[in-house]
């Protein structure tokens, strides 16, 4: 062909102009979907708060949908939804995002309570000591306010059945408080009301209260437990333990004092696990199953034991399972085997099973074969 | 007046060439290259310590983000890209640009547009559209400058003494008349309101549609900004410079031709492959898949075409420093879009999706390809049309080796960092968990991040000594040496 310039001007535009039409006109004609089931317009303070994220670029690094193979994406299980294109239906400009440097927000409303978010917006670190997202201390505090409230919208009417329980549950603990620690304001005080210490007994099932903790307080436990906590606790429990982190200023009620031995004896480590694993709705205490594994849990519970000791005080070689607080709910570790005892180094008194030579059981009389007890000599 | 003099000549006649619109869109990107990457260097610092600069509102990293990529898109690379155009366009039709006058005025007002753009994103004004953040009331202001320089350059083509347009000159063509189409849509530049006033929406400066579809029109225009125009551009100064340089004709005229209707229709089927996992229509992503693996007709097509073109001229790339800066481009053109139709296909798109992947990728088109070709362009388009030697060869080399080592810090990191991303959201990691995998690899890109920045420094700096004191091409024989590149 002759490329004239009426042919590449008239040919540039009409294949372009055919593919436009092809893909952005047809589908826009044609597929206009339903609001789904959670969809809802936002208020007007939730909407000067969308403008606030849209003005400081939080979409480069927090998507909004969830994708089918996600199960984990916004860090919290009971809020996963895969995207639908009925979520959307309010919304004009998507915020959808590309970059997942940070969690997917699309059902963050109500995973947090308020002052959670005032406090991370505050200084991410604060919150989450790993996080590098930038401050926005800069927001004046109406500001922040409103970009909390769109945050709290997101996940439209799922997040709002979150975001209920969040502020009910917030009204029953601090009540419980009765104007003692944690409540208008007191922090570093572990002078709790017996009120406040049944109520927190009442929240897990009576099994957990009386579950012991399942890994012993070896000092290899205690060490781990004292990383966990001062990677990941410390914002808002602080390096002495008092609730008195960072991020305690913006909570109500305070984050919970670990240093008074009698306090730590009405609580079981079933207790903390249940706290641990779940979370504690209506307080900034948030749910650490999808971060932590099940030994990374005791053994920080196991920790959290020795704070009235001075486990945070002490220089880590000194950790050790004495100053495990015991008494009242603080049981004894249930029936222990000594990871550093020297036979349990060695292998004695272990039942495994050597391979013998000969064929292969076959059939079901694999099962007849009996262990052979095998007692090595310590190798000095 | 003997030919010596005629060359050397005054100041004056210098400044009033017919290049001197070329020289003056070139020298306002060289400006913009030095912002851009001081800007990417703050946010890619802020990524590794994200207390640097903490709590400054006009410097925190979402603010920063954007001013980074429209600087660096908008106002170095498509500056660059338009007064390369403007040298081109005169030399392949054999006659002056259309309007000199109008190129400098579109000149300025483009650098307002960018100073525009720096302050309002600054504030804290943006669309949220990624590549389209300026506001509203920006838009009209680009579109107006994107519309009398695409006048100016398609009435120069259209009055031209020498009758066959060479490719170069259809590339130019197409993404002069593409890049307002392109912005236009992607904008919807014609919805910045809400249609209901009773709605409590303040949106009033984003132009945009309301519902899923909105995404479909964002990507289509981030997608084809890349594709339509920075892509096109870059192509139009390869297929000039290459030849030029080497003094040997294009390879084939059939493969041109090829590569430039294909681009044109399979660059604008592929936007969909940005939200290939969002609740958007099937057959949208089909195309889009299906497009971006048709795209390697126009690559393929493209390169053989130019390194076929270099048979028996390898040896030319040691003594022309803008040969070298085109070809290695070139081979990381190569690389981005073998790497590009992977990632639109549904597999590995699971993988390397909303991971910095992407990132690396990105910066694989838009610094290791389209911006080594403008740096190419600039230094061959400087001395010929300034009459004028490159101040300092060598510091040209380091700002090559600068630029080149760390793009390739850049983007190795990230992707080996996306990757890693990829596979630890699959195994089901939350991202909070992954984040701390991600700061040693953002620590190497803020590294790399910096040899760019330098590189930058360093050509402003030649180019700014060139202008003023660069050795002046005396010699019929120094001439006929800049215009191979030499």
């Not at chain 1, 919150?127 to 769109?150: C, G, H, R, V, W």
């Not at chain 2, 290049?19 to 060289?30: D, F, H, L, P």
């Not at chain 2, 802020?46 to 954007?66: A, K, N, Q, T």
């Not at chain 2, 929406?201 to 132009?207: K, V």
Request: aromatic fraction near 12%; glycine fraction near 10%.
């Amino acid at each position: 062909m002759k490329m004239t310039f009426g042919a590449v001007l008239a040919g540039a535009i009409l294949v372009v102009i055919t593919v436009v039409f092809m893909t952005l006109g047809v589908s826009t004609l044609t597929f206009q979907p339903l609001p789904s089931d959670s969809a809802r317009p936002l208020t007007a303070e939730e909407e000067a708060g969308r403008q606030i994220y849209m003005g400081n670029g939080c979409v480069y690094c927090h998507t909004q949908y969830v994708r089918p193979q996600d199960w984990n994406a916004a860090g919290g299980a009971p809020a996963l939804r895969v995207a639908q294109a009925g979520d959307y239906i309010f919304q004009k400009t998507m915020l959808l995002g590309t970059e997942r440097t940070g969690p997917d927000l699309s059902q963050e409303g109500g995973v947090h309570p308020d002052d959670w978010h005032r406090a991370h917006f505050t200084n991410p670190r604060y919150t989450s000591p790993n996080s590098i997202m930038p401050q926005f201390s800069f927001l004046s505090y109406d500001e922040t306010t409103k970009l909390i409230a769109y945050v709290q919208s997101l996940g439209q009417k799922s997040a709002d059945a979150r975001t209920n329980v969040q502020k009910t549950e917030k009204t029953k603990i601090v009540a419980s408080l009765q104007g003692k620690s944690g409540a208008n304001g007191v922090a570093n005080d572990a002078n709790y009301s017996q009120a406040h210490l049944d109520y927190l007994k009442t929240l897990v099932p009576s099994s957990w209260v009386n579950t012991k903790s399942a890994v012993p307080p070896t000092q290899r436990s205690l060490l781990h437990g004292k990383q966990i906590y001062i990677t990941n606790c410390v914002g808002c429990h602080g390096y002495t333990g008092q609730g008195d982190g960072p991020a305690a200023t913006y909570l109500e009620p305070k984050p919970f004092n670990f240093t008074n031995a009698s306090v730590q004896m009405q609580h079981s480590e079933g207790q903390y696990y249940h706290f641990l694993l779940f979370g504690l709705p209506g307080t900034a205490m948030p749910a650490w199953g999808d971060y932590l594994t099940v030994q990374d849990i005791w053994d920080v519970i196991n920790f959290l034991r020795t704070i009235p000791n001075g486990g945070l005080t002490v220089p880590d070689d000194q950790l050790n399972s004495n100053m495990v607080v015991r008494g009242g709910l603080a049981g004894p570790e249930p029936a222990p085997f000594d990871q550093n005892a020297e036979g349990f180094q060695y292998g004695q008194n272990l039942n495994y099973p050597t391979p013998t030579a000969g064929p292969p059981p076959t059939g079901s009389g694999g099962a007849s074969q009996q262990p052979v007890v095998n007692t090595p000599t310590p190798s000095k | 007046m003997t030919a010596t003099q005629e060359l050397s000549g005054s100041r004056a006649a210098t400044s009033t060439d017919e290049y001197g619109a070329s020289r003056a869109w070139i020298y306002s990107s060289i400006i913009w290259l030095a912002v851009g990457t001081s800007f990417a260097l703050i946010a890619a610092i802020e990524m590794v310590s994200p207390d640097f600069l903490g709590g400054i509102s006009y410097l925190e990293f979402g603010r920063i983000r954007p001013i980074h990529v429209n600087s660096v898109t908008f106002f170095w690379l498509s500056m660059a890209n338009i007064g390369a155009f403007y040298y081109i366009v005169p030399k392949l039709t054999g006659r002056p640009i259309w309007s000199e006058q109008l190129a400098k005025v579109s000149m300025w007002l483009w650098n307002i547009v960018g100073i525009l753009m720096v302050l309002t994103l600054a504030a804290g004004f943006s669309q949220a559209r990624e590549y389209a953040e300026m506001i509203w009331p920006l838009d009209i202001f680009v579109m107006i400058v994107l519309l009398l320089n695409a006048f100016n350059i398609l009435m120069t083509i259209y009055k031209r003494r020498e009758k066959k347009l060479y490719v170069s000159i259809w590339y130019i063509m197409g993404s002069v008349v593409w890049l307002p189409l392109v912005y236009a849509i992607g904008n919807v530049i014609w919805s910045p309101f809400v249609g209901n006033p009773d709605e409590p929406n303040q949106n009033l400066f984003s132009g945009s549609l309301t519902g899923i579809n909105d995404a479909t029109w964002n990507w289509f225009y981030g997608h084809n900004i890349l594709g339509l125009w920075f892509t096109t551009g870059g192509v139009a100064l390869v297929y000039y410079l290459v030849p030029v340089i080497t003094k040997t004709p294009v390879y084939s005229h059939l493969m041109s031709m090829i590569g430039f209707w294909s681009i044109s229709l399979f660059y604008s089927m592929v936007g969909q492959h940005h939200i290939l996992a969002t609740p958007t229509p099937g057959y949208l992503k089909l195309i889009a898949t299906l497009g971006s693996i048709g795209l390697f007709i126009p690559v393929l097509t493209f390169l053989t075409n130019i390194w076929m073109t270099m048979r028996g001229n390898w040896g030319r790339i040691y003594a022309s420093l803008p040969l070298k800066f085109v070809l290695v481009g070139t081979v990381f053109y190569f690389i981005t879009c073998i790497q590009g139709p992977f990632q639109a296909v549904q597999s590995f798109n699971r993988l390397i999706h909303f991971t910095n992947w992407i990132v690396g990728h990105a910066h694989l088109a838009l610094l290791g390809t389209m911006t080594t070709w403008a740096m190419g362009a600039i230094y061959y388009i400087i001395p010929v049309t300034l009459k004028r030697r490159i101040y300092s060869p060598g510091l040209a080399e380091i700002q090559f080796w600068m630029v080149v080592s760390g793009f390739l810090l850049i983007m190795i990191s990230l992707q080996v960092v996306g990757l890693i991303q990829g596979a630890e959201w699959l195994r089901g990691e939350p991202v909070y968990k992954t984040v701390q995998d991600l700061k040693p690899y953002f620590a190497v890109r803020a590294i790399g991040g910096s040899m760019v920045v330098v590189g930058a420094y360093i050509q402003a700096y030649n180019i700014y000594k060139t202008v003023r004191s660069g050795p002046r091409i005396q010699t019929q024989m120094e001439q006929s040496l800049a215009e191979v590149g030499g």
